[in-house]
């Protein structure tokens, strides 16, 4: 079977993802046979444009001169195609510029895009995330000279948050940005300097698009003084603004991907929502992101499996257990398989939970039954930092275990697979660490509604001796932490891979349900073997805790 094979059985056998879009009013009118043909024109764009740019991308790397970026051969080129192709505005609105297609659809492209090449990807990675931001919080004025060019993908978009001393601190914010007495469009002057920003500076499009955290002069200190403005490269006379790239960064991964210092000196921009909750605007854009740094998580996990496997079908060495004679395909040795199929059994989990997400985003935003929604928003709150971190982790150390499949020669980057090690480093870092989402989702979320929320969507889960022990053990902790404040810090990270590995079970749970072939018999096996244990394990380590409060 086929990547796309896998993912349209779980889209349609496993999740019934059509009829769930299709009874939310936008979507009726989608079918099946539409969606698959989406996904099967993706793989076919990803595979034959996106994909042959991997390495060159890596060896070639972004070039900085006199602050201009060149991005590596072929970038710029594939880009064009891209947006000129529709790709970015598939879940955009019609009225936007759009298709007007489910989110799902989407993630699954851009899941595609991230495992073929991430650096590329990472040029229209926030573009959905800065339209939906605009759509939801720009002016008028704004929203008819942007929001088209963003949703087509004709322009980029960054988010500028991250200063030199303000790294996850964002109420250590520098940046100002003053209001002009006479100006005749509301504009500000934004003054500041941002470091990290991907895409800040590049020559895939005529115009950039950045969204600028800042303050304005009355600002109160901390986050709740920060103010968004909308800050473009290209001013809409043609000029240039005061917008300079002072360098980009040499990183350990991701070499395709410009990630650069950028300074605002007395550049015009406009405000982007109510003055000093610029926090709330840019949260649409980072919540959208993180569940798109999940899907990341699994592309890159799959495209290291599928590199290792297709060597452990090929490679020979010694003598596997069950052989009378070598040397034996390495796939038949154990340690071999072990390593495969753990991998295949978070790549398939993972998919089901995420795109179970994407699809309650949609109902979230489009169901007409008010408790429907409701539910659907507890969802995504709740899971979407728990698939940002869990898969970004997986991503990482799965990909270093399916580089010990190649032996010595995945070390060598003639094969391919370090590189995906080296970037997926990252994705444990942007858009909110890992243990900040832990944190957001123990202590911003659990322990602030009592467990209540997260106590509501464990139960809807099938019944399990670790669902129920999760159930006992949030209990606990709302119990012990108002006595103990480093308690929920302290185990955070704990609690959310818990908390994976929980909703791991029940997606596996589905996929047995619906699956008739031998094709989920060994990552099925894989995961109750080897990955559910940890859940114990996790378990283990929040009770010995609780125990010391």
């Known amino acids: 079977m086929t990547a796309l094979d896998d993912i349209r059985f779980l889209l349609h056998d496993v999740l019934q993802a059509p009829a769930q879009w299709q009874a939310l009013p936008p979507f009726a009118d989608t079918d099946a046979d539409l969606a698959l043909q989406v996904l099967e024109e993706a793989g076919k764009f990803v595979t034959s444009v996106v994909a042959p740019l991997q390495r060159v991308g890596d060896e070639v790397d972004c070039r900085f001169e006199a602050g201009r970026v060149t991005t590596p051969p072929g970038f710029k080129e594939a880009y064009q195609a891209f947006w000129q192709a529709g790709w970015p505005s598939l879940a955009c609105a019609v009225e936007d510029g759009g298709q007007g297609l489910p989110a799902v659809l989407e993630g699954v492209l851009f899941e595609m895009l991230a495992g073929a090449n991430h650096g590329w990807t990472m040029a229209p990675g926030l573009l959905h995330g800065a339209y939906a931001c605009l759509k939801h919080h720009g002016s008028q004025a704004l929203k008819d000279a942007y929001l088209e060019k963003i949703a087509t993908g004709e322009w980029l978009a960054t988010m500028c948050l991250t200063e030199a001393h303000a790294g996850s601190d964002l109420g250590l914010v520098r940046t100002k940005g003053t209001p002009q007495p006479h100006a005749t469009d509301s504009s ?16 895939l499009t005529d115009n950039i698009v950045h969204l600028v955290l800042a303050r304005l002069p009355d600002a109160p200190p901390g986050p709740k003084g920060l103010s968004l403005f909308l800050v473009p490269k290209v001013l809409p006379d043609g000029s240039l603004n005061a917008v300079v ?34 926090l709330n605007a840019m949260f649409v854009m980072m919540n959208a992101a993180r569940l798109h740094v999940g899907l990341q998580g699994v592309g890159l996990l799959e495209a290291a499996w599928q590199k290792a496997h297709a060597y452990a079908q090929e490679r020979r060495q010694m003598r596997a257990p069950t052989s009378t004679h070598g040397p034996s395909l390495i796939h038949e040795h154990p340690a071999i398989r072990r390593i495969l199929d ?14 179970h997400t994407a699809l309650q985003l949609d109902v979230a935003a489009h169901s007409p039954d008010a408790a429907t929604r ?3 928003q507890r969802w995504c ?4 930092p728990v698939l940002k971190a869990a898969m970004t982790d997986q991503a990482f150390s799965g990909a270093s275990a399916c580089l010990q499949v190649f032996g010595g020669h995945g070390y060598i980057r003639e094969w391919g697979i370090e590189q995906i090690v080296r970037d997926s480093r990252v994705a444990m870092i942007y858009e909110g660490t890992n243990e900040i989402q832990a944190i957001d989702l123990l202590v911003r979320k659990v322990l602030a509604d009592g467990g209540a929320g997260i106590t509501a969507l464990l139960v809807e889960l099938p019944a399990s001796p670790h669902r129920d022990a999760l159930i006992e053990t949030t209990a606990a902790l709302v119990q012990a932490a108002p006595a103990d404040p480093e308690l929920p810090y302290g185990v955070a990270d704990d609690y959310l891979r818990t908390v994976a590995l929980v909703l791991l079970e029940s997606a596996w749970s589905r996929i047995h349900a619906a699956s008739t072939d031998g094709r989920w018999t060994a990552p099925a096996r894989a995961f109750r073997t080897w990955v559910l244990p940890e859940c114990g394990m996790r378990l283990a380590v929040i009770q010995q805790r609780l125990k010391n409060t």
């Open 188 to 203: 500000v002057r934004v003054n500041g300097s941002k470091i990290f920003i991907s895409g800040g500076e590049h020559d």
């Open 245 to 278: 790239c002072e360098r980009i960064e040499e990183k350990m991964g991701l070499h395709g991907s410009p990630t650069c210092v950028m300074r605002f000196d007395d550049a015009i921009g406009w405000q982007v929502g109510e003055a000093h909750k610029g």
């Open 342 to 355: 753990t991998q295949r059994a978070w790549i398939d989990g993972g998919r089901v939970l995420a795109y």
């Open 374 to 376: 409701g539910a659907a």
């Open 381 to 384: 709150a709740l899971v979407t």
